[in-house]
């Protein structure tokens, strides 16, 4: 019986030093994943039960393997994590600082993604290759990116910072900073100058067509109005 009550005070020690250990290195991800999800309670909460965290934390300790070269251990690492939470990074991609995951399941990251500080990706999201090529593939996102949820983001692309990509856009393009995209595949749409990812006001997107549509009207009108 005491070596029963040992063994049970070892691991909820161990648990508590993990737990500590993972609010003082990924503070600065639990407070983005706050700040960016209306249903994040606590700080515990998010510490516990956010499989976007927890998918970040496996692909820190997966990608610390990738750089040493014991390229086994860390797919071993990666894929234990896909189980658990639904979401495939590859260790060999480069995460920048305060990324979050948002629900997750079914988000893929490829080798050669580069992602920027400060980048909030919904479910469903694939930042994926175009083909068999060697080299970089997979795209490179900048800083203050919100891609939406089923998107697809192929190829060595970039994506310049404070860009929006819509729900199930498809984007195998380079996209400026500052734009948001939309659409199969994705186009460039105005947004008078707002950031989106500042209210996450995902439904508030312009049609790029309709505003084709309107200017054309807009001109012809003008034409009739000089007649």
């Not at 983005?32 to 692909?59: M, T, W």
């Not at 991609?93 to 580069?114: L, S």
Request: charge should be neutral; hydrophobic fraction near 45%.
């Amino acid at each position: 019986m005491t070596c029963i009550l040992t063994i049970l005070f070892i691991l909820i020690a161990l648990f508590i030093i993990k737990i500590i250990l993972i609010s003082i290195f990924f503070y600065e991800e639990i407070r983005a994943a706050q700040s960016k999800d209306p249903a994040a309670r606590s700080f515990l909460e998010v510490l516990l039960l956010y499989q976007g965290l927890h998918a970040l934390i496996s692909h820190r300790i997966a990608h610390f393997f990738y750089k040493v070269r014991f390229f086994l251990l860390a797919r071993l690492v990666s894929q234990v994590s896909r189980h658990i939470t639904g979401i495939e990074i590859h260790p060999g991609a480069q995460i920048g600082k305060r990324f979050f995951i948002d629900h997750g399941i079914g988000v893929v990251i490829g080798e050669t993604a580069i992602i920027g500080d400060d980048v909030l990706l919904y479910q469903g999201v694939t930042l994926g290759g175009t083909g068999l090529e060697k080299g970089k593939r997979h795209p490179t996102i900048g800083n203050n990116v919100v891609i939406g949820a089923g998107a697809k983001v192929l190829g060595n692309i970039t994506i310049g910072d404070n860009s929006y990509i819509g729900a199930n856009a498809v984007v195998i393009k380079d996209v400026p900073p500052n734009s948001t995209v939309v659409g199969v595949l994705g186009r460039i749409t105005k947004q008078d100058g707002k950031k989106i990812d500042i209210s996450l006001d995902h439904i508030h997107i312009l049609d790029p067509i309709m505003q084709s549509i309107e200017e054309l009207e807009k001109r012809i009108e003008d034409l009739e109005n000089k007649k």
